[in-house]
């Protein structure tokens, strides 16, 4: 089975395609012009990871928190991960930094706030 | 009216006004203000959430509020004064600024050097001549981003996107995961000038079409919006009759193009560059008009903060020695775009430059496995081969001082692609 990814590493965005066994390990992988892409495509395919960054209400506030998760989370996981962050109470003060989440969705990874709100 | 003094004023406390203050502070220079026509300075990296920032300058990624936060720390710290909720009203050429605000009301400043640092603003629907009903639900793509992520509603439940930049595509991105249904992102090029980054992780991910040489062709809708056509559109970018496709939707984003704010800079006498809708500056980024310096996006619109803080650092600096009065008049040379050149910033270069020489510009088209060519006459200032140049990639190269030796000025600098 073959895969077609295209490289995000730099703007030639190279169109490659990763050829899968049967049980899904990677064959071969073609059309990269540097191993940046070589390595994307094998995290592409095993397991993608993402940063998800959004904004969440805050109790005694009008302007809304915004928050990423402190490191890249499994694509998969992103519907889970924005359900979750929805069940998050929180108030003002917020620091820069604060977790607001510790371990989202069983990943290790906490959510973090990426501003001050007074 | 009391006429106030400063030595540095700059208008605009986003990540351009605030490297440029932080820089001519750095240089000694005392008397800095930043007026800021916000209620918060940090300009639009407030509203621009997601991460991608700061990979060159600090070698993270952060999010566009971490990215301004730690510049408002360091102007902080550095005792810089900042004063927000003030419009600018005029400046003029001999740098009297007058300006407006709730708590001060009307006052006129005179400054040593002012820093243009407005940024840039969105091109509106006006500007595209789009047909159809003047419903409401019709956003450009900023405003929308703005309503999301920094006043906390959202626009809409169901989005088509016209144009393809980078804003829309984020913003694409944002709307399905606040919870809107995003139908398709319509391009009239039959390449989109975002990021391959963001058409991976923000249309890809997320299942949204993404339909190159394509327009909206109609707008329908009383009250609010009910529906978008989408034509596809031939290489002359007329729309092919029968290829029609309805939306129904209650939202309509724009992303087509960025415009330098340049309302002031006009008032001011300050010459613009009709490649770049900015400022025509010379290498130190100081105008057509002494003492009055432009950074960032009101100068060209960048793609990169990185380098927008990098300009403006410069800038702050060159304003530094200009109120100290450390540079004398000195002959300039013209810099002219080539062949696959567009806005090439600077416009002039002093002869005999002192410190390296940034110049960027934007290719006008896609070339692959070509070289860019910095020329004065027959001599080569700058060769360098590139696997590719992307108009939605602004290309940026430093020269040495010692790229300038032997000029005489009597030839102008030309920046070309060639193939």
């Known amino acids: 089975m073959d895969q077609q990814i295209t490289c995000i590493n730099c703007p030639v965005g190279c169109r490659m395609t990763v050829t899968l066994s049967e049980s899904g390990e990677i064959q071969s992988i073609t059309g990269n012009t540097c191993p940046r892409g070589e390595k994307y495509a094998r995290q592409e395919c095993t397991l993608p990871l993402r940063m998800i960054t959004a904004v969440i209400p805050v109790e005694n506030s009008a302007t809304p928190l915004s928050v990423k998760t402190a490191s890249p989370v499994p694509k998969h996981l992103i519907p889970e991960v924005m359900a979750a962050l929805k069940t998050v109470r929180i108030s003002a003060p917020v620091a820069l930094g604060q977790t607001v989440l510790p371990d989202v969705c069983g990943t290790g990874v906490p959510v973090i706030a990426t501003r001050p709100l007074e | 009216m009391n006429l106030q003094h400063v030595d540095i004023l700059i208008i605009g406390a986003g990540p351009a006004g605030l490297a440029a203050a932080i820089a001519a502070r750095e240089d000694g220079v005392d008397s800095i203000l930043v007026l800021e026509r916000e209620a918060q300075p940090g300009g639009i990296l407030r509203q621009c959430i997601h991460n991608g920032f700061g990979l060159h300058r600090f070698r993270e990624e952060l999010t566009g509020p971490e990215y301004a936060q730690r510049d408002i720390d360091r102007a902080r710290e550095l005792g810089i004064s900042i004063e927000c909720n003030v419009t600018v009203l005029s400046v003029s050429p001999d740098r009297v600024v007058t300006c407006v605000s709730p708590l001060q009301g009307l006052r006129r400043i005179q400054a040593g050097a002012v820093i243009l640092a407005m940024g840039c603003r969105e091109r509106p629907r006006g500007a595209l001549c789009t047909p159809g009903t003047r419903c409401a639900g019709i956003y450009s793509a900023g405003t929308a981003q703005r309503f999301v992520n920094l006043e906390g509603f959202m626009p809409g439940r169901r989005v088509v996107i016209l144009g393809s930049g980078d804003i829309g595509l984020i913003m694409a991105r944002r709307m399905t995961l606040q919870g809107a249904k995003v139908l398709a992102c319509v391009e009239i090029m039959p390449y989109s000038s975002g990021l391959n980054r963001n058409i991976v992780q923000c249309l890809q991910d997320y299942d949204i079409p993404l339909y190159l040489s394509h327009t909206v062709t109609d707008i329908r809708g009383r009250e609010r919006l009910e529906s978008v056509v989408v034509s596809q559109v031939d290489e002359r970018r007329r729309p092919v009759p029968g290829t029609e496709m309805v939306f129904e939707c209650d939202t309509l984003l724009l992303s087509v193009g960025l415009i330098p704010e340049n309302e002031l800079s006009e008032g001011a006498g300050v010459e613009l560059s009709p490649a770049t809708s900015g400022a025509v500056v010379s290498d130190t ?135």
């Open chain 2, 285 to 419: 980024l100081e105008t057509s008009v002494p003492g009055i310096f432009a950074c960032g996006n009101v100068l060209h619109v960048h793609d990169l903060v990185d380098h927008v803080s990098d300009e403006s650092f410069r800038a702050g600096h060159a304003a530094a020695a200009y109120v100290r009065s450390e540079r004398k008049a000195e002959r300039l040379i013209s810099v002219v775009d080539g062949a696959g050149v567009r806005g090439c910033v600077p416009q002039k270069i002093h002869l005999a430059p002192v410190s390296p020489v940034t110049l960027m510009f934007r290719p006008s088209g896609v070339f692959r496995n070509a070289s860019v060519v910095i020329s004065s006459g027959k001599k080569d200032l700058l060769r360098r081969k590139s696997m590719i140049f992307t108009p939605g990639e602004m290309a940026a190269y430093d020269l040495k001082p010692e790229c300038f030796e032997g000029l005489d000025g009597s030839e102008p600098i030309t920046v070309r692609i060639e193939e």
